[in-house]
């Protein structure tokens, strides 16, 4: 009897140790091993870490679209959690609170203030630039999504866009030239519905957009063109199609110049920025508008748009007839707009 009691305590030991070792071997310290979870670490341990991130939180799953950066963010121990063992990633993220998961996850490490907790991160975010003066943010409300746009861009150090027309058809009464320069730079991408594209620019962003979001910035920073060559692989492989045919034109999914499809007069206004490629720029433009009309009718108009390659000068307006419509050129402040009128 005393034997058989010795073999089960040793194997209720053995159990014990194999659990414990389980239990350590799926820990978050256990898949960094020890190294300081950078962003290029966290890309590296990404499959681990998504299963960490699977198994800490219930309602997150496996496929969710947002998982991969969540699980990257998780990694870097820059978002946690409810009490309950949930995410909530539907829950809506206040100004304040996106502040500082930016900054934290950048590298700034503010000690929480003994008065208002975020104070600290505004002043740093201040003085980085990511916030302005005359923002006059509620930083205990919902943070909008056009305000996301602009402080990613703002700590990024990107340049405004001078497009003056907007890629998104319900940015068009709004200043909208940080969520252009965001959508330009592959930081964020917006809704599209046959065709059109939309941001939704007054909504408040989730816990699971911008846990989504700062990974993007963190690895736009690490290595900008990388980063966009990646994303402009990733967007013109995600539905199998390198293209989308709006109106009459074929548009590639990936591309450089601005292109937007929803004013009522015209049928498609495209922007070259003089910052960008403009070989590339002339290349897709020439690629677009001849997917409708013919090359003899588009030569001209690109013909004339390469005489714009000084920002400090203007390329007056000219309008070019095409059968029974009209393509409208003009460029100033760095950007030249190709507008092709409706009939």
Not at 219 to 228: D, H, I, M, S, V
Not at 247 to 265: L, R, S
Not at 271 to 285: A, G, M, N, P, W
């Amino acid at each position: 009897m005393r034997k058989v009691l010795s073999i089960l305590i040793a194997l209720c030991i053995l159990s014990s140790e194999a659990l414990n070792a389980f239990a350590v071997g799926d820990s978050l310290d256990s898949i960094l091993n020890g190294q300081t979870p950078t962003i290029e670490v966290v890309k590296a341990k990404v499959d681990s870490l998504v299963t960490y991130t699977t198994k800490k939180f219930k309602d997150v799953k496996s496929s969710a679209w947002y998982i991969q950066n969540l699980a990257k963010l998780v990694g870097m121990k820059g978002i946690d959690g409810y009490k309950d063992g949930t995410f909530k990633p539907q829950n809506q993220i206040k100004v304040a609170e996106f502040t500082k998961l930016l900054l934290a996850a950048s590298g700034y490490k503010e000690d929480i203030a003994l008065g208002v907790w975020y104070s600290n991160y505004v002043a740093k975010a201040k003085e980085i630039g990511v916030i302005d003066n005359e923002d006059n943010y509620n930083y205990n409300s919902g943070l909008k999504r056009k305000d996301l746009a602009k402080m990613i861009c703002k700590l990024l150090k990107i340049q405004p866009s001078v497009s003056g027309t907007s890629v998104f058809t319900d940015a068009k009464n709004i200043d909208s030239k940080w969520i252009d320069t965001a959508f330009n730079e592959y930081l964020i991408k917006g809704y599209g519905v046959e065709g059109a594209r939309t941001f939704k620019p007054m909504q408040v962003a989730t816990r699971a957009e911008v846990s989504e979001i700062v990974i993007r910035v963190l690895e736009y920073r690490e290595n900008p063109t990388e980063f966009k060559k990646t994303m402009q692989q990733n967007n013109a492989s995600s539905n199998g199609q390198t293209s989308t045919v709006v109106k009459g034109y074929t548009i590639p999914n990936a591309h450089t110049v601005g292109v937007n499809t929803g004013f009522e007069i015209a049928e498609i206004v495209i922007s070259i920025d003089l910052k960008k490629d403009l070989d590339v720029q002339y290349k897709e433009t020439e690629s677009i508008i001849g997917s409708k009309f013919s090359s003899s009718d588009v030569k001209p108009v690109i013909d004339y748009i390469k005489q714009y390659r000084d920002a400090t000068t203007v390329l007056p307006k000219k309008e070019f007839p095409v059968g029974t419509q009209i393509i409208s050129v003009g460029g100033q402040a760095g950007a030249v707009t190709i507008t092709v009128f409706a009939n």
